[in-house]
């Protein structure tokens, strides 16, 4: 009981001080458990931890991040967006104890997928951790530092107006498939004979169940920060091939001469170049810029999600920054903490050059769903904005977003 009032008396003086002797508070914690003997290290260990997992961790101190373990295993390790999620970054063990350590400094606004790897081989979500990220293989545990703004367009509030989503197919001659596709009509269509202009996503089916699109478009609309549009979900069915490979060309083939077709035959779109945007992420983002540029009397704007532009000798990136001007307006996103801004600052240099009205925001994030999530809002506000836009929702908006990439344009 006393060594828990000291601790307690070492928490309020020591970890929560603003430094001490140009050490981190961290590490003074971890010179005061070294001076400690037998079970009392362990006690201090449990303390900390107990203390800061009903906070925050990983343990921040201003830049500097501290992930942590506390178990019997014989090694414990970290990875994830900040090394590409490749070797291991092992995790010091305090003698004594079974409490692991790594640190390193981010951004004060980076946001970050990880997982903490026990013995070597045993991916995990952080125990200490509970905010996780659906991604393409599953849910990551999530690091975001303090200045990072939680994506409030994502969630489902009772009291926005809600669209209504179609679950249909179309069998493509083009492709000699069959695709399945989602319809997001906003609020109020079955009540109104006006037209809507038209977002088509790539990986659609993602954007809905990993990115809470649905929910992104609700509550855009409903705050008046975009235009009411409709949305077009499309489901790849080898979407490597599709989206990248051998049958790249006969897919935009589909897209442009039978799902725009289609789509503007059943639902009530303005057919006009203008009013459409095809948008990816990764993979999805090469097929769209293809899309939009081989066919840009079709698709008059593009979004551009971590474009990953190295397929075919980086076809689509040499096509638009040596090709014609266009009549394309651009809107893009991507992460400093993935290897796609080699290629996207210097597609969005020349891009500018020629003219092309091109939007674009790079932030200390990695190639995962929790970037693309928050930043759906940042393409649409950008390609369909709503005028006057008289009306603000709390949360984060293109301004918010703006200052952080002028703060972090590099």
Known sequence: MKLLKLFSVFVLTTLLAPGISGQTNFLSF??????LQGSAKATAV???VNYHRSRRVPVIEDNYTIFIYN??????????DFNGWGSLLQMTKVSGTNFYYYSRTFEPNARLDYKIILNGSNWILDPLNANTVSGGFGPNSELAMPAYVQPWEIKAYPQTK??????TSLYSTSMSTTYQIKIYLPFGYNTTSKRYRSVYFQDGYEYVDLASAVNVLDNLIDSNKITEVIGIFVKPNNRNEEYAGSTRIKYQQFFVNELVPWVDANYRTFAMAENR???GDSYGANISALISYNYADVFGNCG??????????FEAMTLIMGGIKKN???SAVWGTYESVYEMMRPFRDSVIAKGYSMAWM?????????LWRASIDYLLMNIFPYTPNSITHEGKGIPEKLALEQNYPN
Request: net charge negative; hydrophobic share 40%; charged share 10%.
């Open 30 to 35: 971890i010179s005061y458990v070294n001076s």
């Open 46 to 48: 449990d303390s900390f």
């Open 71 to 80: 178990g019997a295993v014989n090694s414990a390790a970290v990875s994830g």
């Open 162 to 167: 809600q669209g209504s989503v179609i679950t």
């Open 277 to 279: 945007l095809v948008l």
């Open 304 to 313: 551009l999600h971590s474009s990953a532009f190295q397929p075919n000798n």
């Open 328 to 330: 394309i307006k651009y």
């Open 362 to 370: 790079e932030l200390p994030e990695g190639h995962s769903w929790g």
